[in-house]
Nanobody
Framework: QVQLVESGGGSVQAGDSLRLSCVAS????????MGWFRQAPGKEREFVAA????????YYAESVKGRFTISRDNAKNTVYLQMNSLKPQDTAVYYC??????????????????????WGQGTQVTVSS
């Protein structure tokens, strides 16, 4: 089992930056591929970014590629989402997620909501123009 807690959200203007953090507790966090998703009001949850458990492989949604960076520090049980050049369209509740599967290869990542097993409570990001 693992528990995930996001933080770092807030209200900013377009063009500003935020860094979200997700702190995990539980066993074998360092072996979990991690992801960030977001959900805007009235919309379904969508994929944002993913990182493999060895932190070598990352993948981003086209809408955030070049602006967002996902990283992890397994020693601190933390995954980050650095968000630069924020746009009003980025306004959403952001969730971190962890996948647990012993058969996953070290460099794999996952982009679908149903591929993840553990979820945080979310942190609000609001970007005004």
């Amino acid at each position: 089992q693992v528990q995930l807690v996001e933080s770092g959200g807030g209200s900013v203007q377009a063009g500003d930056s935020l860094r979200l953090s997700c702190v995990a507790s539980g066993r074998t966090f360092s072996s979990y591929p991690m992801g960030w998703f977001r959900q805007a009001p009235g919309k379904e949850r969508e994929f944002v970014a993913a990182i493999s458990w060895n932190a070598i492989t990352t993948y981003y949604a086209e809408s955030v590629k070049g602006r967002f960076t996902i990283s992890r520090d397994n020693a601190k049980n933390t995954v980050y989402l650095q968000m630069n050049s924020l746009k009003p369209q980025d306004t959403a509740v952001y969730y971190c997620a962890a996948r647990e599967s012993p058969t996953d290869s070290p460099g794999t990542y996952f982009i679908r909501e149903y591929e993840y097993h553990y979820w945080g409570q979310g942190t609000q990001v609001t970007v005004s123009s």
